[in-house]
């Protein structure tokens, strides 16, 4: 028995199979059923682009040794009107002071008003805004530097940590702010003091929904996903003390960005970003380092937009739809499975390239989906196939032995009768050597289409023992009953040589039949019940008759 590949689907399945696989994959996305699986797949491709630390950008750490030479915290602002005049000396060109100065210190205002000149004086500092709720569940308020400090700092910007779903660092927000995206990110702000980059066109994925936005609530737009340097906290670093003391020399300052921020243990926030986990998080002095990094290389990375995710899924889980009317791709699993292979491909590509975040699991499993179903009906088409005649389509040898082991079974379990007959076709050889096998093919087609018609409940069974045998399963049938039915299919036959008397593909022919019913107290088994049918087959077949009908 052979099995040839299922063909390419016809016009109007394609159409049906496109719409239905679209509506599937538009649904996964808009519900982000495929999030986690999406974040972890661009966390493990993103690994493999290459993100080099650029060395102009010196990290000086708040850690423990400062504490341990300076004091507690927080320092009085005079520590850090000397940093911003030690580094101003040593000829910086940006400085991000990431620490809060939003209130006043109270006994010690000449510190605040030394900060504040130092700030002036340099004119490269940029101080951080915060939003924080104001009570329990409550609105949010900007936490900014005192007006003092605002007014002499070059620039304000946002320290927002934007965190997934999964608690990852993936995201960075580079506008947000209170009611509207007013405030430039850290990064941002620090990046934007040269003044040709301050009219820069902001990449990233816009927020639709602005217009919309209450005045109480934290807004965030341009969203794109910070490449993070291998490893994440690879760049310059420096102690605030050695810096302050002077032990860093002037050389290893000069023209570098520097951003200040908190590392000690207890005192700084721990990030999960790709590639580092929560046991070992990222500083928050680090995360505003990668993202000023992005800015200073642009390698930005802005995520799709839903619209053009689904889009794009649409189109890759469509293709094989296309792509099977090409030479080489007719049979529908070959496209499909290459599509699954090319839709993380593209990914990649898109990620390393053209620097765009293409979430691709949705499609992939659109496509996997379409290929398991494949897979599923290419089995119980070989397993029909198994079990089937090829010539007449009705079960084979296999298939009856099964089913008349299962009914025997059965019939004792609920008491009811089992009927069986084994028909044969008389002269069946003579047919074959007078008018060829094509002839011979046409009868037995011919017979297995009044059989099929003459058992038609679902547990009747129709099967082609073999040459020109036949048997009909029957059961919860009684003997009376299989008689009739044996007389009906001999009237059939009758009819069909009435109406094709001179046909050449099939001509007339008769059948014997040989008859058995079991009740359950014969406790007969598989074979003796169709050695009874068999022989009831040889006794009709004896009596020469043409239409002959035989009980055991």
């Avoid at 650029?54 to 004091?71: F, H, P, T, W």
């Avoid at 494949?374 to 005649?389: E, F, K, P, V």
Wanted: proline share 7%; glycine share 6%.
């Amino acid at each position: 028995m052979s099995t040839t590949p299922s063909p390419a689907p016809k016009p109007l399945a394609r159409v049906l199979i496109g719409v239905g696989a679209a509506a599937l994959v538009t649904l996964i996305t808009l519900l982000g059923l495929t999030y986690r699986l999406d974040a972890w797949l661009y966390d493990t491709l993103i690994a493999g682009v290459d993100q080099p630390v650029d060395d102009r950008v010196l990290n000086i750490a708040i850690d423990e040794k400062s504490l341990s030479e300076i004091g507690r915290w927080p320092w009085s602002r005079r520590t850090h009107a000397q940093m911003i005049e030690r580094l101003r000396e040593a000829g910086v060109r940006g400085i991000a002071l990431n620490v809060l100065l939003s209130e006043p210190a109270l006994f010690d205002p000449e510190g605040d008003a030394l900060l504040a000149r130092a700030l002036s004086r340099s004119g490269n500092v940029v101080l951080p805004v915060l939003a924080e709720a104001a009570e329990l569940n409550g609105n949010s308020v900007e936490l900014m530097p005192i007006p003092e400090f605002a007014a002499s700092a070059a620039a304000l910007g946002h320290v927002d940590m934007a965190l997934d779903a999964d608690g990852v660092a993936r995201s960075h927000f580079l506008r947000a702010g209170l009611g509207s995206p007013h405030w430039p990110s850290l990064a941002l702000a620090l990046y934007q003091l040269e003044p040709e980059r301050s009219t820069m066109e902001l990449p990233g994925l816009r927020n639709p929904r602005l217009e919309a936005a209450s005045p109480q609530q934290w807004v965030r737009d341009h969203q794109v996903l910070v490449p993070y340097a291998s490893p994440p906290n690879g760049f310059r670093h420096a102690s605030y003390s050695d810096v302050l003391n002077g032990r860093i020399p002037d050389a290893m300052l000069r023209g570098r960005w520097v951003l200040i921020g908190v590392t000690a243990t207890g005192m700084s926030n721990e990030l999960a970003v790709p590639g580092y986990s929560r046991q070992s998080g990222l500083s928050g002095l680090d995360y505003q380092a990668n993202a000023f990094n992005m800015l200073l290389r642009d390698t930005a990375i802005t995520p799709m937009s839903v619209t053009a995710q689904v889009l794009l899924s649409i189109a890759l889980v469509v293709s094989p739809l296309l792509l099977c009317s090409l030479p080489g791709l007719r049979r529908i699993w070959r496209p499909t499975l290459l599509m699954i292979g090319i839709v993380p491909l593209a990914a990649f590509l898109l990620l390393a390239f053209a620097q765009s975040w293409y979430p691709p699991t949705a499609a992939m499993m659109v496509l996997a989906l379409g290929a398991s179903v494949w897979i599923y009906r290419r089995l119980r088409r070989t397993h029909r196939q198994a079990q089937s005649d090829p010539l007449t389509g009705l079960a084979n040898r296999s298939k009856f032995d099964s089913a008349l082991d299962q009914e025997l079974r059965t019939a004792r379990r609920t008491g009811q009768p089992l009927s069986l007959l084994v028909l044969d076709i008389d002269h069946f050889k003579q047919f074959n050597d007078n008018s060829g096998h094509a002839t011979g093919d046409a009868i037995l087609r011919a017979l297995a289409q009044i059989l099929r018609s003459r058992a038609r409940r679902p547990r009747d069974l129709v099967a082609r023992l073999g040459g020109d045998e036949f048997a009909v399963l029957l059961p919860e049938t009684s003997a009376q009953a299989a008689a009739t039915i044996a007389t009906t299919i001999h009237v059939d036959l009758a009819n069909l040589s009435a109406r094709t008397p001179d046909s050449e593909t099939t001509p007339p022919f008769s059948a014997s039949i040989g008859i058995h019913t079991c009740s359950a107290e014969d406790e007969l088994g598989a074979e003796e019940l169709f050695g009874l049918a068999d022989t009831a087959l040889y006794r009709a077949k004896q009596a020469g008759r043409n239409r002959s009908v035989s009980h055991a």
